[in-house]
């Protein structure tokens, strides 16, 4: 029996326990296992609860520990136990059993001597089972006792073996007087440890045992005074100590970040010494230093240096303008290099000065790896091994900090145990926030497949206004936009930028899985942004050749020149036009600003999502009409009824799956297909161009006639 002191450690074990195993603890599921393990002694219940924190996985229940503690009691399994039974049978071996065994034996034994080994043993198992779980029950724990046999010499050797085993716990010095006399050993050191129930005790050892006796009903009476809202209380106690514990730790974190944030705010300031050291170090090392930046300029490679001239004109001029070029990317990527400098160095700032509080060892190797972690290393070692090449780098650009975002958070879950699980849903619950449901990752992956399936299938569906739907209906448009794109989706919220902090689009190409008459789109996320540079030099050669120079220019100049240029225009016309100079919607200047520094005006991204969306829906219903006419033509140009006949079910499948989008095939249109097959390819092409042209190519099929 616990006392009070040894119950709060139960409490604190248990729950430590349990938090390690990734377990919600509540206090009154807390105070109940507290309350059935009881009766179990101190030393048993912490190598049971040690066990359990190396081996076991899952949750913790009474019967888990009991479990443990049968183990550490040296109460066996059923197999085992039998098998120590069995050996009984032969009378020259000396047996160290438990009474459960032994009453155990008591009922299986006849059925052996009767022949029915089979039944022996599974009465032996059932009756082991029913009197361990009554001592379990009534918390009564095994008693050792030593059955001697006749083989005088093998009787050491078998008390030797059970000590050995951890069925002897209290070694010789635990036998009984009877068992002693009969062995000749010396009197035991303590003669109490475990005392014969068929001995007869001396006047010396009954005082003894009375005033245990005594010593155990006191305790008892202590901690049967304590009452259950104490208890219930003592856990609650335990909770809250842990959560200000986390709590204190987070406080700490964030204020030192806050530290570090101020001291590098601050002109002239001097880190400690052994900070400023390391921070020398880790700048030396290029740990704190802007790294993505000079990884997409290749200055890392020495491709970004400066050129000196041949001496020519031509050659000093093609230096001076590649020199140029060059200082203008590093002009032009400086923000992006302080702002990812200012997160590095923060970080391994405010890391230090928190290992050093804690007293690490290595306050700078600490830092070093949290800024890794957390900001990343854009090198080619971190890049997959078909990622480091010409070929692999083009491809894996911009797709380092993805990839190492999702390994971070794989990190946590498997291997930052509650704390890192925590991590992962705050991360997760932040990327909700910033970009809604739509940026969970691979969330848009996710949805071009199930639309390309649903199109296998027949449907003409988009699984996201599906789901937009579905949360409109149930919370709300204003709540379902905001769940949908985070903070982009609230009232009031001028732009969208839901697309550039989510991560739902992570694998390049998942579009190609859709039916759709333009492909480029999604040929390009493979290609990723070389292909995409590639693309626009041949569009703005095309436009230099037409005489465009500013499209030209405009063409293949960065991204953000191309925003500043399309804020201007709307600046200017007070519309958002398309590529094609279309009308898309009047915007104002507010949103021709925000277009300009970057930032999409969330009317705009509304409209552009919901005509994608319309524009898809009416290829792919453009498409199978087109496909179901030509299909139905064709059976009829081969005149094969079973064609026909399947091209009906077809047809009659789509409107039954689709009721809102039905299709109508008007046989006057079959038939023109079928008249235009009986025809040759020239007189088709002829029959269908412009008129200007038709005589031209009407000619041209006589003659070609004439000449064959």
Do not use: C
């Not at 183990?71 to 071996?93: F, K, Q, T, V, W």
């Not at 059925?111 to 080994?117: E, N, P, Q, W, Y």
């Not at 700490?252 to 001097?270: E, S, V």
């Not at 600046?571 to 507010?590: H, S, W």
Request: no cysteine; net charge positive; proline share 4%.
């Amino acid at each position: 029996m616990l006392n009070e002191h040894d119950t709060d450690w139960l409490l604190e074990e248990l729950g430590a326990t349990m938090e390690l195993s990734g377990q919600q603890i509540r206090p009154a599921a807390l105070t109940l296992l507290a309350d059935d393990l009881g009766h179990i002694d101190k030393p048993l219940l912490r190598m049971a609860l040690a066990r359990i924190r190396a081996e076991h996985r899952g949750s913790i229940l009474t019967g888990t520990v009991l479990q443990y503690v049968d183990h550490a009691m040296g109460r066996l399994l059923p197999s085992e136990a039998y098998a120590l039974a069995l050996s009984s049978a032969n009378d020259h071996a000396t047996i160290v059993w438990t009474n459960e065994i032994a009453e155990s034996w008591a009922i299986a034994a006849p059925l052996l001597g009767a022949g029915d080994k089979f039944g022996a043993r599974q009465a032996f198992i059932e009756a082991y089972a029913r009197v361990t779980g009554e001592a379990r029950a009534l918390r009564r724990l095994p008693q050792v006792q030593v059955s001697l046999g006749h083989d005088a010499e093998g009787r050491t050797r078998a008390l030797q073996e059970a000590i050995a085993a951890g069925r002897l716990p209290g070694g010789l010095d635990a036998l009984p007087d009877d068992v002693r006399q009969q062995l000749q050993l010396p009197a035991p050191r303590s003669a109490l440890a475990l005392p014969a129930p068929e001995s007869v005790a001396s006047p010396t050892q009954r005082a003894t045992l009375e005033k245990l006796a005594l010593l155990r009903e006191e305790i008892a009476g202590r901690t049967g005074r304590r009452t259950r809202a104490q208890v219930l209380a003592r856990a609650d106690r335990m909770v809250l100590n842990r959560a200000k514990r986390r709590t204190a730790q987070a406080v700490q974190t964030y204020t030192q970040l806050a530290r570090a944030l101020k001291d590098m705010g601050t002109k002239g300031f001097k880190y400690e010494g052994d900070l400023a050291k390391a921070l020398a170090s880790a700048e030396a090392d290029g740990v704190v230093s802007p790294q993505e930046i000079h990884q997409l300029m290749a200055q890392a490679r020495g491709a970004g240096m400066l050129r000196s001239g041949d001496g020519t004109k031509a050659g000093n001029l093609r230096a001076n303008v590649a020199n140029k070029w060059e200082q203008g990317k590093v002009l032009w990527g400086q923000p992006f290099a302080l702002a990812e400098q200012f997160n590095r160095r923060s970080t391994f700032i405010a890391a230090y000065r928190t290992a050093r509080e804690q007293g690490m060892a290595d306050p700078a190797g600490f830092a070093r790896n949290a800024v890794i972690e957390t900001q990343f290393q854009y090198s080619k070692a971190n890049k997959p091994r078909w990622a480091r090449g010409a070929v692999g780098g083009t491809l894996f650009t911009f797709k380092t900090y993805s990839v190492s975002y999702l390994e971070l958070m794989q990190r946590l879950w498997t291997q930052g145990g509650p704390e890192g699980k925590r991590a992962v849903g705050w991360a997760l619950a932040m990327l909700l926030l910033m970009s809604g449901a739509g940026g969970v990752p691979f969330m848009e992956d996710a949805e071009d497949l199930i639309d390309g399936a649903g199109q296998l299938m027949g449907y003409n569906i988009s699984s996201k206004q599906w789901r937009k739907q579905l949360m409109a209906d149930v919370v709300g448009k204003e709540l379902a936009d905001f769940m949908e794109q985070g903070i982009s989706g609230l009232p009031g919220a001028p732009v969208d930028v839901s697309g550039r902090l989510g991560m739902g689009n992570l694998i390049p190409g998942t579009g190609l899985f859709l039916n759709k008459p333009n492909r480029e789109r999604d040929l390009m996320e493979i290609v990723g942004p070389a292909g995409d540079l590639v693309s626009r030099g041949f569009t703005g050669a095309r436009k230099l050749l037409g005489g465009d120079v500013a499209g030209a220019a405009l063409e293949i100049s960065p991204t953000a020149v191309r925003n500043l240029a399309k804020g201007a225009d709307m600046a200017v016309t007070g519309m958002y036009r398309d590529t094609k100079g279309y009308k898309v919607i009047d915007t104002t200047l507010a949103e021709a600003a925000a277009k300009a520094i970057g930032f999409q005006p969330k009317p705009v991204a509304e409209v552009q999502e919901a005509n994608s969306f319309m524009q898809r829906s009416k290829s792919f219903y453009v498409q199978t009409s087109s496909d179901i006419k030509a299909q139905w033509a064709d059976a009829l140009f081969r005149k094969d009824e079973a064609a026909v006949q399947r091209v009906r079910e077809r047809l009659a499948d789509w409107n039954r799956d689709n009721p809102e989008q039905p299709i109508v095939v008007k046989m006057p249109d079959v038939w023109k297909r079928v008249r235009e097959m009986n025809k040759d390819r020239t007189q088709r092409i002829a029959e269908t161009a412009p008129k200007a042209l038709r005589e031209q190519m009407r000619n041209n099929s006589e003659l070609r006639s004439a000449t064959t």
